[in-house]
């Protein structure tokens, strides 16, 4: 976990499966400056590899909640990317009056439709090669994968018990086929803003999602980007959290 910047409430950032909070990279430095800034790495994920307990985004959000509880932390704005979305939707679900604000990026659990083929030979791949390729798919077709990305991920990777735990947790969040799916009018219920941003070449969830959600739910949809957005369009990502905790 890093921290950064000052502030009562922090905005505490988690990454989608199969990252870290180096995922938040592009976006820390333009909230840090306005907020305090908690960037976590989920249970199982690299430097949170050996959290007693991994897998689904529940077990992430009790973990993160756990967190926040010891450092004395009692309220927080939660922004979350894809299985850090379900895992920041949950936390407010779990501990209502600690949530400030839901920023989600094309979060897991909103429909029942995911790349599932996708998911699961990313959990097992291990060369940077074969990680460049499964990568690209996260990305939109115009937008590159970002320089040493697949590097990093195949260094965390050769670390003994992290493909492991990577192919134990994709197991907790699909049912076969589909993806596990979240309770979303009770989000849409809960007495924060709740913002969901998604874009339109999206090939692990797709955008249709985000379509027809209840009205309270704030929906953003980019064109041309994929599911990569804390990379793609940091700058956006980093406005529509600011604005979300205003």
């Not at 004395?72 to 939660?78: M, P, T």
């Not at 994929?226 to 529509?240: C, Y």
Request: hydrophobic share 45%.
């Amino acid at each position: 976990m890093i921290s950064r910047g000052e502030g009562d409430i922090p905005v505490v950032l988690l990454h989608g499966f199969g990252g870290s909070h180096r995922a938040w990279d592009d976006v820390v430095p333009m909230l840090g400056d306005q907020r305090r800034v908690m960037a976590f790495d989920l249970p199982g994920h690299a430097g949170s590899l050996e959290f007693p307990k991994t897998g689904n985004a529940a077990t992430a959000a009790k973990a993160v909640l756990a967190d926040l509880a010891d450092a004395g932390i009692g309220r927080a704005h939660f922004a979350g990317h894809s299985m850090g979305g379900a895992a920041a939707a949950l936390c407010g679900l779990m501990a209502p009056e600690t949530c400030a604000s839901l920023t989600l990026l094309s979060p897991g659990g909103f429909g029942w439709e995911v790349n599932h083929r996708l998911l699961r030979r990313y959990a097992l791949a291990t060369d940077e090669a074969e990680i460049a390729l499964l990568l690209e798919q996260f990305f939109g077709w115009g937008n590159p994968l970002p320089d040493g990305l697949a590097a990093e991920m195949a260094a965390q990777r050769r670390v003994k018990g992290a493909t492991q735990a990577l192919e134990a947790i994709v197991e907790t969040l699909l049912d076969g086929t589909s993806q596990k799916r979240l309770p979303v009018d009770d989000i849409a219920a809960l007495p924060v803003p709740v913002k969901v941003i998604w874009g339109t070449q999206d090939r692990v969830l797709p955008t249709r999602q985000a379509h027809k959600l209840p009205g309270r739910i704030a929906v953003h949809i980019f064109e041309e980007v994929g599911h990569m957005l804390p990379h793609e369009i940091a700058n956006d990502v980093a406005h529509l959290i600011l604005e979300n905790t205003r």
